[in-house]
């Protein structure tokens, strides 16, 4: 075995026992280390040259990568996860048919979808989409991202938030934390336009808070008008759509008008 | 997929020559013609009628055969030079005797001195040659030896052969599914070209790049090649279309639905009557794009000409969308579900499940003036295990999204849609009317500028004097309409 390989190895022992402990500041130190190692490698990307060990390396440095992403989830950094995730996927893409298919690659996959829809990208939830193959939507962990992105889009909320007991991999429980979060002010602003008022009771249940404190703690903070008036909550409905319409909007008119008569001239 | 882009260029009717004494090879005597006009436009840096050679390839194309070709080789090569031995052997070497006679004749024509442009040419000609024959290999081959000679010619009148080249190029490449292989020389030729100020064959390169990538649904990175390359008028009309085409696509995936229909829809009305192809691909996405946007494609875009059976089962989506039963959509896209496939537009399909939805809830709210949320659950058939609860937080966020105009009783149950208001107390029907009169002014404005007089045409009816004075009105016009479209933008 090659002297360099086997010094990475080790290296990645030590770090997958720290991670397992999870001892976070070991991790990155090593990681960090790790990485460094990696460049040295000349096959793997963006390189890709034909060495004779190309395929151990690459399956090391896959290995690697996915734990890094692991460890990112871990340590609830979503830039390090985005980051990790980008050098990982070379690896799936461009080298999988010289790989054999690693058993992490659908969780990871679907881990990436899911951050995708927290952070509320959908554009690329759906470029990324596109480049998995039908086999691969049919994988449990890729499915339960696809089919909350549906529910979310829908606005049945309550299904995404049920989805956060049967998630198919514990790496996802974190994300979904913060799904259900952004599923709060979604709920939110769908209320403030869709009813009159509330009771508190209700709104509390529908906003998936605790006590009637946290409520009020909430609305203070990212809804400071609305209304609480004895056990109801009031939506201020603004209703300046309606008004708007019985004015003419006469600058923009003007302008239309003048614009017409210009190119109107120019074609008599 | 092939079939959408292989836009055949309208036949051109070969201007038969009077004089034409060899009736033997008529074929033969055409390329000799065309073989003069490429010298000629060589000669006088035409690029015009380079144009017109390659178009009058294209009209001979189902006519080539192996023995004129080869004895077109020895008439516009000097033979046994470098390209004539590559190019003979990627000929079949059938009807030997045939082939024999034709180079003796041609041999005492051999003496004229062949242009680059010629040499270009003739590459061009075996390749397509080549791919009609489907001699893929061959062709690749073929058209690697063409591009790796093109490197060392920069003329601006082989810019046009050149964008043909790259075409086939990447076609036959395509027809041997190796796509991915060509994509880092043809982005090595698109900067090239770039650097050259070679326009044509930067847009051809462009699209065929963003072909590359859309093969292989890699649109991070079509998108990103295409918001980042160089934009200008478009040069020739099937390019332009293809990209409008690919543009859609990306827009479509990447949700910019508005975009996306308006690049569909040029696409498709731009395309030349003969691309019933790739005018059938276009309709396709453009009739998801328009059900993702919450319109119903009329009836008269299924019912186009040619396309009838291609966009069945778009049409029998749309009237499940139309009908808003989510039952029936599903068995639509469960019975056309190889045909989606096959389309690649399964994941749009799947994206469509929420306007049904809407629809049907549109439809409940225009009905109803007040309904019950268990009734609304039926009505759409949610199966789920809570069918209030989902109902309530779909009502609401249609109502916050605007699909609907209601309200919600929590405390009862019900979802109340307000009155209707009379839309013609608001500003909809003046903005419909502008964006109109905006398109017809626009449509006016561009066909002026796309007006183009060839100038002798009105020799003899007007002096000269007088031409000087249109002429420089019209450039005023022109001028003028630049300046204008400066101000308003």
Redesign the interface.
């Known amino acids: 075995m090659d002297p360099k390989v086997t010094e990475v190895s080790q290296l990645f022992e030590r770090f997958k026992a720290a991670l397992v402990r999870n001892d976070f500041d070991t991790c990155s130190k090593l990681l960090s280390q790790l990485k460094i190692l990696l460049i040295e490698f000349k096959s793997l990307p963006p390189l890709f040259a034909e060495t004779p060990n190309a395929v151990q390396e690459l399956t090391l440095a896959r290995d690697i990568y996915e734990h890094a992403v692991v460890l990112s989830v871990k340590m609830e950094d979503q830039d390090a996860f985005e980051r990790d995730f980008f050098q990982l996927k070379p690896y799936y893409t461009d080298v999988g048919n010289r790989l054999p298919q690693s058993p992490q690659e659908y969780p990871i996959l679907g881990l990436n979808l899911l951050r995708l829809l927290v952070q509320n990208r ?3 939830f ?2 990324e ?3 998995l193959s ?1 086999n691969a939507l049919e994988n449990p962990c890729i499915k339960h991202a ?1 089919e909350l992105e ?1 529910s979310f ?7 995404v938030l ?1 989805a956060r007991q049967t998630v198919p991999h514990e790496t996802y429980v974190y994300f979904m934390d913060l799904l259900a979060r952004t599923v709060r002010d ?2 939110a ?8 008022s ?2 508190v009771e ?1 709104a509390r249940q529908m906003l998936l808070l605790s006590s009637d404190k946290e409520l009020f703690e909430y609305i203070k903070e990212e809804h400071p008008e609305w209304e609480v008036k004895n056990g109801w909550l009031v939506f201020n409905k603004a209703k300046e759509s ?1 008004a708007s ?1 019985k004015e003419i ?1 006469s600058l923009q ?1 003007i302008n ?1 008008t003048l ?2 008569a ?2 109107l001239e ?2 008599v | 997929m092939t079939q959408d882009v292989e836009m055949k260029e309208q036949q051109v009717v070969a201007a038969a020559p009077s004089n034409s004494t060899s009736s033997a090879t008529p074929v033969l005597q055409h390329l000799k013609e065309i073989a003069a006009l490429i010298e000629t436009g060589a000669y006088a840096r035409e690029v015009r009628r380079i144009l017109r050679a390659v178009r009058l390839t294209i009209a001979l194309r189902r006519k080539l055969k192996a023995s004129v070709i080869s004895s077109f080789l020895g008439f516009a090569l000097a033979p046994g030079s470098e390209a004539h031995s590559r190019l003979t052997s990627y000929l079949p070497k059938d009807d030997q005797s045939d082939m024999e006679v034709d180079t003796a004749a041609s041999a005492t024509q051999a003496t004229v001195k062949h242009s680059s442009e010629l040499e270009i040419y003739c590459y061009l000609l075996v390749l397509i040659f080549l791919i009609d024959q489907k001699k893929y290999s061959e062709a690749k081959a073929c058209s690697s030896a063409s591009i790796a000679r093109l490197k060392n010619l920069n003329r601006r009148t082989i810019d046009v052969l050149a964008s043909r080249l790259y075409f086939y190029y990447s076609l036959s490449y395509e027809l041997t599914d190796d796509l991915a292989e060509i994509r880092g020389n043809l982005l090595a030729l698109h900067r090239v070209a770039t650097l050259r100020h070679d326009e044509l064959g930067q847009e051809t390169l462009l699209n065929l790049l963003l072909r590359n990538y859309l093969h292989y ?4 990175q079509a998108e990103k090649l295409r918001s980042k390359a160089p934009r200008f008028e478009a040069h020739s009309n099937q390019q332009f279309c293809r990209y409008l085409f690919y543009l859609g696509k990306i827009r479509t ?4 639905y508005t975009d996306a229909k308006e690049s569909l829809l040029q696409a498709a009305r731009k395309a030349p009557v003969a691309a019933l192809g790739f005018r059938v691909q276009c309709n396709k996405w453009a009739v998801i794009v328009r059900l993702l946007l919450g319109e119903i494609p009329e009836r008269t875009v299924f019912m186009q000409k040619g396309m009838e059976k291609a966009l069945r089962p778009y049409f029998e989506l749309t009237n499940a969308v139309r009908i808003g039963d989510l039952e029936l959509f599903k068995t639509v896209a469960e019975k056309f579900s190889t045909t989606f ?1 096959s389309d690649r537009t ?2 749009l399909i ?2 469509l ?2 306007n049904v ?1 809407r629809t049907g809830l549109r439809n409940i709210s225009i009905s109803y003036s007040r309904i019950s949320l268990a009734d609304v659950a039926k009505k759409l058939r ?1 199966d ?3 069918p209030v ?2 109902a309530e ?8 999204d605007g699909a609907i105009d ?6 009862n149950g019900w979802m109340v849609s307000k009155e209707t ?1 009379d839309i013609y ?3 909809e029907p ?1 903005q419909a009317f ?1 964006s109109r ?1 905006a398109f017809c ?1 626009n449509m ?2 561009e066909a002026v500028r796309a007006l183009r007089f060839p100038p002798n045409s009105h020799k003899e009816k007007e002096s000269a004097e007088k031409r000087r004075e249109r002429q420089q009105q019209e450039q005023e ?1 022109a001028k ?2 630049a300046e ?1 479209d400066e101000d ?1 933008f």
Do not use: F
């Not at chain 1, 602003?189 to 009159?196: F, I, L, N, V």
């Open positions: 959908i554009a690329e759906h470029t989409l596109e480049l039908a696809v549906q889009m829908e606005g049945a909320y309550n299904r049920t979604e709920i602003g769908c209320s403030e336009k869709a009813y009159d509330l009771k209700d309606a319409c909007p008119l239309q614009s017409y210009r190119e120019r074609i | 649904n890699l649109y991070d995936i990447q949700l910019e496939s399964n994941n799947v994206r499940r929420h939805i949610l789920s295990p809570n609860a989902d937080s779909i009502v609401s966020k249609a109502i916050r209601a309200t919600l009783d929590h405390a208001g107390s608001t500003n003046q502008n009169i002014l006016h404005n016009l003028h309409i204008e308003d």
